[in-house]
C-alpha cells in the first residue's frame, strides 16, 4: 500500500477507534474505502494491514453483523471477498438517529417528572430535549433530501 494512502487507512482508523470501533475494523473500513479492486479477501486484508487473519476474521463478521460490509462471490475462487456494503453510510447514520431519539425522551420523561419544578429547574431538561429533538428531525430530513437526490425524477429529466 502507497505510504499515503496507509497514512489516510491509519488517519480513518483513529477517528473510528475514537468512536468505539476497534482498530482493526476501522483499518478495514478504511482500506475497503480506498483499495483497487473494491472487494479484497481476508488474506488479502491481512496482508496489506499486517494484522493477523484471526484478527481480521472477528473484525469481518464484526463489520459484516453491523451491516457495514458485505461478503461478495468472485467467480472462479473459493475465498470470500469483502467490500463496503452500498448504502451502509445512510443506513448508520439512520441508526444512530434512534440515539438521538432516546436522549429526548429521557429529557421528555425528566421534564414530566419535573412538572411542578420551577422554570429554572427545568431548564436544562428543556435545553437537552429542544437540542436532540431539532437534530433528530434535521438529520432525519437532510437524511430524507440525499435519498430523494439519489433517486430519478421525472421532474430533473428535461424531455425535447
Given at each position: ?43 488479502q486484508l ?28 468472485k467467480r ?33 420523561r425528566g ?50
Open positions: 500500500m502507497p505510504d499515503a494512502l496507509h497514512d489516510f487507512v491509519e488517519e480513518f482508523a483513529l477517528v473510528f477507534e475514537a468512536t468505539g470501533t476497534p482498530r482493526i475494523a476501522a483499518r478495514i473500513l478504511g482500506w475497503l474505502m480506498v483499495c483497487d479492486p473494491p472487494e479484497q479477501s481476508a488474506t491481512a496482508q496489506t494491514l499486517g494484522a493477523s487473519k484471526a484478527s481480521i476474521s472477528t473484525m469481518i463478521r464484526v463489520l459484516t453483523q453491523g451491516m457495514l460490509i458485505e461478503r461478495v462471490p472462479g475462487s473459493r475465498q470470500d471477498f469483502y467490500r463496503i456494503r452500498p448504502g451502509a453510510w445512510t443506513d448508520l447514520t439512520v441508526k444512530r438517529l434512534s440515539a438521538l431519539s432516546i436522549y429526548t425522551q429521557l429529557a421528555e421534564l414530566e417528572l419535573m412538572a411542578t419544578a420551577p422554570p429554572e429547574q427545568r431548564t436544562r431538561l428543556e435545553e437537552m430535549r429542544d437540542l436532540f429533538g431539532f437534530f433528530e428531525r434535521e438529520l432525519r430530513g437532510m437524511v430524507e433530501r440525499l435519498e430523494e437526490r439519489k433517486q430519478p425524477s421525472k421532474s430533473r429529466v428535461r424531455v425535447g
